[in-house]
């Protein structure tokens, strides 16, 4: 009788490993953005501050036209593997195309209203770090929720850079990314590796 327990605790088990190696998790997006968010706008604010070139603040754009293709393939890719999308990934993807298109629309209309170095950057900051914070309760993920509150806090503090130190906005948003993005999507996908 007790071998028979035994082989059903294993074989439920197995399944609930079969099942979190199905689950799609879109770890890998978290980590594009931010890590093409943080690297773009830390490369603006190199190229700005030795340059002092106007092109300089259209740099940003690349991680957008980079990153949109790539989240594209890795959500094609993600479901190829799983077959299947839950209700809670496809809150987070659904919040995360929300929030790209809102950042990439509103940098857009900011530059050309000449409103970039004012509004732009620290706006883009409080959206990453409340999408993180909003994607970090969803997935019960403590290091994403406090990423996205970190985040948030920087996108905010950033409204004080204003006049001649704008430019450091660009600086900051790039530390609010590594905070609410790169760091968490590191540690978010070690725990699944791990299977935690």
Known sequence: MEENFDALEVIASTRGKVDMDNTPTGENIFLLWG????????????????????????????????????????????????????????????????????????????????LFESLAMPLIGLLIGIGAFVSGQILRFRPKTIGGIIGATIGILSFTLQSDLWTWQMLTLSLASVAALVIPGFLYKKSIRDGV
Do not use: Y
Request: proline fraction near 2%; hydrophobic fraction near 60%; glycine fraction near 6%.
């Open 35 to 114: 890590l093409l968010t943080s690297v773009f706008f830390l490369l603006q604010f190199i190229l700005w501050e030795w340059l002092h070139q106007p092109w300089c603040m259209w740099v940003w754009l690349a991680a957008v036209l980079i990153g949109w293709p790539w989240m594209i393939i890795l959500i094609r890719r993600d479901h190829a593997r799983t077959h299947r999308r839950t209700h809670e990934s496809k809150i987070i993807l659904d919040l995360w195309i929300f929030i790209g298109a809102s950042c990439a629309v509103g940098g857009l209309a900011f530059g050309f209203a000449n």
